[in-house]
T-cell receptor, first 113, second 116 residues
Framework: AQTVTQSQPEMSVQEAETVTLSCTYD???????LFWYKQPPSRQMILVIR??????QNATENRFSVNFQKAAKSFSLKISDSQLGDAAMYFC??????????FGKGTHLIIQP | EPEVTQTPSHQVTQMGQEVILRCVPI?????FYWYRQILGQKVEFLVS????????KSEIFDDQFSVERPDGSNFTLKIRSTKLEDSAMYFC??????????????FGQGTRLTVV
């Protein structure tokens, strides 16, 4: 079974600054996907970015990028030029087993104006 | 852009009553899921569905839960006799891939279930 750990229950960053949210995972699989989902107060789950484990290149989506370290089983999310609309819960998720996505407990991101 | 649609957005029910949560997945997707998120906690996998049958289910998905795809478009989650601890946000998700179940799951906006 997979586990996903987000060790930061809450993070705070000034608007326009950069913040990094950490995620580590444990698995015995070699082929899998990793995801970051954003959950605003509306509680909808919005896909931010995904990484395929077989790709060495880190995924990037506009202001969002990841630092994927497969050997260390680490998958952090960097948000550059933080905006007020980035405030939300962020969930790291692992996909590769047969039993759906495995989510971490989430990090609450606060953006200070 | 195609999206997963869930109805209702909020359902209040009395303990012991049956509820049906409805989802319309993206039309060309092949895998369907239900997840649950108790307030303040992480999202948990309940069940996956492929080719008109359950593929996998978690320990949470006990005999009081059932899923079906009655008409080829809707995907429903039924809770037969609701308990207070069933109060949660329920998310439906669908996935396009035939080969891998977890490549990219598209989530609906969720149904908030409140059992009183």
């Amino acid at each position: 079974a997979q586990t996903v750990t987000q060790s930061q229950p809450e993070m705070s960053v000034q608007e326009a600054e950069t913040v990094t949210l950490s995620c580590t995972y444990d698995t015995s699989e070699s082929d899998y996907y990793l995801f970051w989902y954003k959950q605003p107060p509306s509680r909808q789950m919005i896909l931010v970015i995904r990484q395929e484990a077989y790709k060495q290149q880190n995924a990037t989506e506009n202001r969002f990028s990841v630092n994927f370290q497969k050997a260390a089983k680490s998958f952090s999310l960097k948000i550059s030029d933080s905006q007020l609309g980035d405030a939300a819960m962020y969930f790291c998720a692992f996909g590769g087993g047969a039993d759906g996505l495995t989510f971490g407990k989430g990090t609450h991101l606060i953006i200070q104006p | 852009e195609p999206e997963v649609t869930q109805t209702p957005s909020h359902q209040v029910t009395q303990m012991g009553q049956e509820v049906i949560l409805r989802c319309v997945p993206i039309s060309n997707h092949l895998y369907f899921y239900w997840y649950r998120q108790i307030l303040g906690q992480k999202v948990e996998f309940l069940v996956s569905f492929y080719n008109n049958e359950i593929s996998e289910k978690s320990e949470i998905f006990d005999d009081q839960f059932s899923v079906e795809r009655p008409d080829g478009s809707n995907f429903t989650l039924k809770i037969r006799s609701t308990k207070l601890e069933d109060s949660a946000m329920y998310f439906c998700a669908s996935c396009p891939s035939a080969g891998r179940m977890n490549t990219e799951a598209f989530f609906g906006q969720g149904t908030r279930l409140t059992v009183v």
